[in-house]
């Protein structure tokens, strides 16, 4: 992949007194400025690789995911009837985008792309405090694991009269949940008093002790968590007003060799709190994602937004056994990725009285998707480019074009005769010629990254809004029919797997859990057995 120029406190949900962990679980603008790690002295280096299953992806603290800067390092084990175990890389990046307005109507943004590459960020590593600044990122250049085995070992601990904390797991013991004793004196910084890294609360004092009985709480066998802010200049992005989110993100995957949509699905749950002194109106986040399934030419995309899902793929599902710079392709079997939005919550709403269920968790959750049709010689108009500056950002996450007119579905992204509105590219639905706007039977010589986002919300100073990402790489899809389009059987299929698999463990209104019986889903209680409270 050539890499393109771009231009809460408060609300704490608490489980008190009992450990219900399903395998499935869970659920006053500033100037543009520095925080006191200016990235130029030190930029953002913690990297993990989430790796609990077929998939391997790498995991920042700087907002963006599944790169080291250079290459991709989200790689997929295909099956063994195909290539072998040889794993392949089945994204290049992708970067979490945001924007809204203040009660003045001033545009809010933060939109990386490739910046990283530079050694621009429009996010650093660490909470907000109370004033809406970040706090030193020297200092919060982390992330943190978790595993289901790490779990399993302290839920064996005797905790007669206290566990002793020179046997609980460093990852356990040093867990940044909030109030969290032993923090400070592993990692030399306290931790702020609002909400941080989940964590089950064994004695519902709302603060988390390990030695105690307390435990992070997440979902799957792997999990990785970390907190970032975008309070910073916008480096790569340019957008010169601060949202002031704070933002926790919280990855995790499945080791389901028995399942194989979930062994290659990988879930990113994202917590964005307005750490800002006023309202933040028509807020929308999502993400851009440059898939490159496999090699980096000859992909392309399409929406389903009836599921609220959208995926990426080789066109006639055949990739070179090797392309540009030596990165190998998947050959005759490459697969289709499957992104599918689910839905969290919304804290102000939740936390209303008798708020029903509906309004607390909003739909539908995809609201826009968009393509970029970039190099080749695919010659598209200007409005394919990518948005530059906070209100063409603001404009395709609204889902429009860069210069704010609709998008029709027509492959020159303008109103040809009878051409009808949608914000969705490549959803399906009739051109004027009346086909089926499908980017395979279009244009197929262009790069094409996409942005998609979620529903708006207005969210108020410590307002907290969440949801979902669930990614799956789907082999054996059929592309034989509609120009080498994919089937989209499989791909609803997976993305409903996907969603289906998470969806039992809902935190509801007023801080209480609600439990779908696992043997629902065919799955496993997580731990097992429970703590006794």
């Known amino acids: 992949m050539s890499i393109a120029p771009h231009r809460n406190p408060g609300f704490h949900i608490v489980r008190p007194f009992i450990w219900i962990s399903v395998l499935c679980c869970f659920a006053a603008r500033l100037p543009a400025q520095d925080t006191l790690c200016d990235q130029r002295l030190h930029l953002p280096t913690a990297m993990v690789d989430l790796a609990g299953n077929d998939i391997t992806a790498r995991i920042t603290n700087a907002g963006d995911l599944w790169w080291d800067g250079n290459d991709g390092r989200y790689t997929v084990k295909p099956p063994v009837d195909t290539l072998g175990d040889r794993p392949i890389q089945a994204h290049f990046t992708a970067a979490l985008w945001m924007a809204g307005r203040d009660p003045g109507g001033n545009i809010k943004a933060a939109a990386p792309v490739y910046g990283r590459n530079r050694g621009d960020f429009d996010y650093l590593p660490g909470p907000l405090n109370e004033d809406g600044v970040g706090e030193d990122c020297l200092d919060w250049d982390l992330i943190f694991t978790i595993s289901r085995e790490e779990i399993n070992r302290a839920l064996d601990l005797p905790s007669a009269g206290g566990i002793d904390t020179a046997l609980i797991p460093d990852n356990v013991l040093y867990w940044p949940g909030t109030g969290n004793p032993y923090f400070n004196d592993r990692y030399g910084v306290p931790l702020p008093e609002h909400d941080m890294a989940p964590f089950v609360d064994h004695d519902g004092d709302g603060r988390y002790d390990p030695a105690k009985g307390d435990l992070p709480d997440f979902c799957g066998d792997q999990a990785v968590w970390t907190v970032f802010n975008d309070a ?25 060799p028995q399942d194989s949509v979930i062994n290659r699905t990988t879930y990113y749950d994202y917590k964005i709190r307005n750490g800002g002194a ?29 599921h609220n899902a959208f995926y990426a793929y080789s066109v006639n599902g055949v990739d070179p056994p090797v392309c540009v710079a030596d990165i190998p392709g998947f050959g005759n079997t490459a697969p289709v990725t499957v992104y599918q939005v689910i839905p969290g919550y919304v804290s102000s ?30 010659d598209p108009p200007a409005r394919f480019t990518l948005p530059n500056g906070a209100g063409e950002i603001y404009n395709v996450m609204q889902g429009k074009y860069i ?21 969705y590219a490549y959803d399906g639905g009739l051109t004027a010629d009346g086909e089926p706007w499908l980017q395979c039977t279009g244009t197929r010589s262009c790069e094409s ?37 994919p089937d989209t059987v499989p791909i609803i299929r997976a993305a409903e797997r996907a969603r289906k698999q998470i969806e039992c463990c809902v935190i509801a209104p007023g801080g209480t859990t609600s439990i779908s019986p696992a043997a629902d889903l065919d799955l496993a209680v997580f731990p097992n057995p429970q703590p006794t409270p």
């Open 403 to 423: 210069d704010g007119s609709p998008v029709y579905r027509s492959f020159r992204g303008t109103r040809d005769s009878f051409a009808t509105i949608t914000r």
């Open 232 to 256: 910073t200049l916008h480096r790569d992005s340019g957008t010169p007003n601060n949202v002031q989110a704070e933002v926790h993100l919280l990855a995790y995957s499945f080791n389901t």
């Open 349 to 378: 709403i939740c936390e209303a009285e008798d708020s029903p269920r509906e309004d607390c968790y909003p739909e539908p959750a995809l609201h826009a998707f968009n393509t970029y049709l970039l190099g080749g010689l695919c």
């Open 449 to 485: 990254p996409t942005s998609y986002s979620t529903s708006p919300f207005d969210l108020r100073p410590n307002d907290v809004v969440s949801y979902t990402l669930a990614v799956t790489t789907v082999f054996n899809v059929d592309h034989t029919t509609n120009g080498g389009c």
């Open 278 to 306: 006023e309202d933040l109106l028509g807020f929308h986040v999502g993400h851009f994602i440059d898939a490159d399934v496999g090699c980096p030419t000859g992909d392309g995309v399409g929406s389903l937004p009836e």
